[in-house]
């Protein structure tokens, strides 16, 4: 005969099986084929013209999807390394899809046919190959060499605006600087007085070739200030401060920064009545293209030179002169200045006998909110004695170019000598999280006395409480496999209208964020970048500046979205707009522009496909 006991614990080992069978059952997935594809666009690129190569993995969420390598290509410099990374996850006809977009910025370097060889993704350790792509390069277009104002549909623009009355001047600090050195690009709006802008907006893309950027801060709503030039008053805005830092030697081009705008001319006077101004009409102005020259560093650089060009002050501490045998010691070295400190690579350190170096973890506050880029860099080296008695601790040496100067300048520094107490031989080492060096295994007889206790408990398996805690998991796979079945019969599952409305509130979290605390700058930047990003991914373009008002209204016609919606849209943007470039003229309130900016999001989701949607068949 069986007693309690025993028929309690059958019982409990059969619920936790039919629990791992329903827990086996409920979670499983059909299989999902992996398909990953490749794209270059345009396919038809002038030289200097930005490349986009789009790597697509659907059918596997990102934490399966080792990030691929850029592969090779002829003709075609990379702009970066590592690519941009944006998961996909939708849910249709109560699937859930999931997949993973990769991509990377190109530039043609010569004329001809352009190559992209095959890209090789590994998902769950399966290999998938992509087809080799191929671009055709045309001649570089003539990038303006003065400012341009234009109508962006190459219609003649308003005869009473010309070039002296709206423009945008480029001024870089210097036109011939040496490698790696900083020269500062700053981009500002001159328009007369008299003249009056709306609608305001950057139109297709900005890049510096050749050169490492780094953005300086700029005000978000700029206040207009008035400055003469020219012989003539103007109002001026700063819409574009940058650091570049060439990286090669030779003749270097910026491309020209453009904006699209509606102006509103001069006063023109009528035949039979008072003067007039004219209507508010649709431009595109450009600065002009800025060519920089890179000059090579002079030769007899030092052993310690690794690329530093700049100004730079050095500081150098140890965390302490003595310590025993297998303590840690801090050595840190602060470069402080103006430079490229982004690329500083750390200095290398000779390890001194019986003394362990690490490397170093590095630390960068850079400063963007002056007319250069500056900051610090701080390197922070861990040293382990192994030994006792005297031990000369490495020369820290930092070398770099001053272009002022025109000369290499080396800091050395000598720390100082450290005493170590103790005895005690080279032993395994390991490391922390934190990097710090730590023993293996600690001596037995360093233990302290043992403690004894008590073997005569009462056995888990005499215990009560130890079958209930059995029972726990079959209840929680109970309880979760009625929640499964609950949730998905008819009429329980949230409808599209309201998974639309949250998808909109969190795409709108941050704008709500800074206007809670009351940041109107913040508020109105952020709802417009929402808006244009939301733009830029339904209707497959690159990104958020790249949907000018002209491609966006052809987008928006071709999807069949009523005009009343692309009103309402339009005049979210101009609100945005014109707390950006006429700050103080705002006439409705954030609350207003937040709940327009939810109804426009709202009704056009949709109205545009989703980029995972599969495309419409002809």
Same mark, same amino acid.
């Given at each position: 005969?069986?007693?309690?006991q025993?028929?309690l614990?059958?019982?409990?080992?059969?619920a936790?099986?039919?629990g791992a069978v329903c827990v086996?059952g409920?979670?499983a997935?059909p299989?999902?084929?992996?398909?990953?594809?490749?794209e270059?666009?345009p396919?038809?690129?002038?030289?200097?013209?930005t490349v986009?190569?789009?790597?697509r993995?659907?059918?596997?969420?990102?934490t399966?999807v080792?990030?691929p390598?850029l592969p090779s290509?002829t003709?075609l410099?990379?702009?970066?390394?590592?690519?941009q990374t944006r998961?996909?996850r939708?849910?249709r006809?109560?699937?859930?899809?999931?997949g993973?977009?990769?991509?990377w910025?190109?530039?043609p370097?010569q004329?001809g046919?352009?190559?992209?060889?095959p890209?090789?993704v590994v998902?769950?350790?399966? %290999?998938?190959?992509?087809a080799?792509?191929?671009? +055709?390069?045309?001649?570089?277009?003539? #990038?303006?060499?003065?400012?341009? @104002? &234009?109508r962006p549909?190459?219609?003649?623009?308003?005869?009473s605006l010309?070039?002296r009355?709206?423009f945008?001047?480029a001024?870089a600090?210097?036109?011939r600087?040496?490698?790696?050195?900083?020269?500062?690009v700053?981009?500002?709006?001159?328009?007369?007085?008299?003249i009056r802008?709306r609608?305001?907006?950057?139109?297709?893309?900005?890049?510096?070739?050749g050169?490492?950027?780094?953005?300086?801060?700029?005000?978000a709503?700029p206040?207009?200030?008035?400055?003469?030039?020219?012989g003539?008053t103007?109002e001026t805005v700063?819409?574009?401060r940058v650091?570049?830092?060439?990286?090669?030697p030779?003749?270097?081009?910026?491309?020209?920064?453009?904006i699209?705008t509606?102006?509103?001319?001069?006063?023109r006077m %009528?035949e039979?009545?008072?003067?007039l101004r004219? +209507?508010?009409?649709p431009v595109q102005? #450009?600065?002009k293209?800025l060519? @920089? &020259?890179?000059r090579?560093?002079?030769?007899?650089?030092?052993?310690?030179?690794d690329?530093a060009?700049?100004?730079?002050?050095v500081?150098?501490?140890?965390e302490a002169?003595?310590?025993?045998?297998?303590?840690?010691v801090?050595?840190?070295?602060?470069?402080?200045?103006?430079g490229?400190?982004a690329?500083l690579?750390p200095p290398?350190v000779?390890s001194?006998?019986?003394?362990?170096?690490?490397?170093?973890?590095?630390?960068?506050?850079?400063e963007r909110?002056g007319s250069?880029?500056?900051?610090?860099?701080?390197f922070a080296?861990?040293?382990?004695?192994?030994?006792?008695?005297?031990?000369?601790?490495?020369?820290?040496?930092?070398?770099?170019f001053?272009?002022?100067a025109?000369?290499?300048?080396?800091?050395r520094?000598?720390?100082p000598?450290l005493?170590v107490?103790?005895?005690?031989?080279p032993r395994?080492?390991?490391?922390t999280?934190?990097?710090l060096?730590v023993d293996?295994?600690?001596?037995?007889?360093?233990a302290?006395?043992?403690?004894?206790?008590?073997?005569?408990r009462?056995?888990?398996?005499r215990?009560?409480w130890t079958y209930l805690?059995?029972l726990?998991?079959a209840?929680i796979?109970g309880?979760?496999?009625?929640?499964?079945?609950w949730?998905?019969?008819?009429g329980?599952?949230?409808d599209e209208t309201?998974?639309?409305?949250?998808?909109?509130?969190?795409?709108?979290?941050?704008a709500?964020?800074h206007l809670?605390r009351g940041s109107d700058?913040s508020?109105?930047?952020a709802v417009g970048?929402t808006l244009?990003?939301f733009l830029?991914?339904?209707?497959g373009?690159?990104g958020p500046n790249?949907?000018?008002?002209?491609?966006l209204d052809r987008?928006?016609?071709r999807?069949d979205?009523?005009?009343d919606?692309?009103?309402?849209?339009y005049?979210?943007l101009?609100r945005?707009?014109?707390?950006?470039?006429?700050?103080?003229s705002?006439?409705?309130?954030p609350?207003?522009?937040?709940?327009?900016?939810h109804a426009?999001?709202?009704?056009?989701?949709p109205?545009?496909?989703?980029?995972d949607?599969?495309a419409?068949?002809?």
């Open positions: 005969m069986w007693t309690a025993s028929m614990v059958r019982i409990a080992m059969s936790v099986v039919m086996e409920g979670q997935q299989n999902r084929t992996v398909r990953v594809t490749a270059a666009d396919t038809d690129a002038a030289v200097g013209e986009h190569l789009t790597v993995v659907d059918g596997a969420p990102a399966v080792r990030t390598e290509t003709h410099e990379p702009q970066q390394r590592t690519p998961q996909i939708a849910s006809g109560g699937r859930l899809r999931q993973v977009v990769f991509s910025r190109l530039r370097r004329q046919a352009a190559r992209i060889q890209l090789t998902v769950r350790g399966k %290999q998938y190959t992509t080799p792509l191929r671009v +055709r390069v045309s001649p570089r277009t003539g #990038a303006p060499d003065a400012p341009t @104002l &234009t549909d190459g219609a003649s623009s308003d005869p010309d070039v009355d709206l945008i001047r001024r600090t210097d036109d600087v040496y490698q790696n050195e900083q020269v500062i700053e981009y500002s709006l001159f328009y007369r007085p008299r802008l609608r305001s907006r950057v139109a297709g893309s900005w890049d510096a070739p050169f490492w950027r780094e953005e300086l801060d700029v005000a709503r206040t207009p200030q008035r400055r003469r030039t020219d003539q103007y700063v819409l574009k650091a570049l830092f060439p990286t090669r030779g003749t270097l081009r910026v491309d020209p920064l453009r699209e509606e102006a509103q001319g001069r006063m %009528q039979d009545g008072p003067s004219g +209507r508010f009409e102005i #450009a600065s293209g060519s @920089l &020259t890179a090579s560093l002079p030769e007899g650089a030092p052993p310690a030179f690329g060009v700049g100004q730079f002050v500081r150098t501490t140890a002169d003595s310590a025993s045998v297998g303590e840690a801090t050595l840190t070295m602060q470069v402080e200045g103006t490229n400190l690329t690579p290398s000779e001194p006998p019986d003394v362990e170096v690490y490397e170093p973890t590095v630390e960068t506050d850079i909110d250069r880029i500056r900051g610090t860099k701080t080296y861990t040293l382990v004695p192994r030994s006792g008695g005297r031990h000369d601790l490495p020369t820290l040496a930092f070398s770099y001053d272009p002022d025109k000369r290499y300048k080396t800091h520094a000598e720390p000598t005493y107490s103790g005895q005690g031989g395994a080492v390991g490391r999280s934190d990097g060096p293996d295994v600690a001596d037995a007889r360093e302290s006395e043992a403690q004894w206790v008590r073997t005569d009462r056995p888990l398996y215990s009560a805690a059995l726990v998991p209840l796979v309880a979760g496999v009625a929640y499964r079945r949730r998905d019969r008819p329980s599952s949230p309201t998974l639309a409305l949250d998808e909109d509130r969190d795409r709108l979290q941050e709500r964020r809670r700058a508020f109105y930047d970048r244009r990003a830029a991914e339904r209707l373009r690159a790249d949907v000018p008002r002209t491609v987008h928006l016609i999807h979205v009523p005009a919606l692309r009103n309402a849209l005049d979210v101009d945005c707009d014109e707390a950006r470039y006429a700050p103080g705002a006439s409705v309130s609350e207003d522009v937040l709940a327009n900016a426009v999001l709202r009704r056009l989701g109205q545009l496909p989703r980029p949607d599969p419409p068949r002809p």
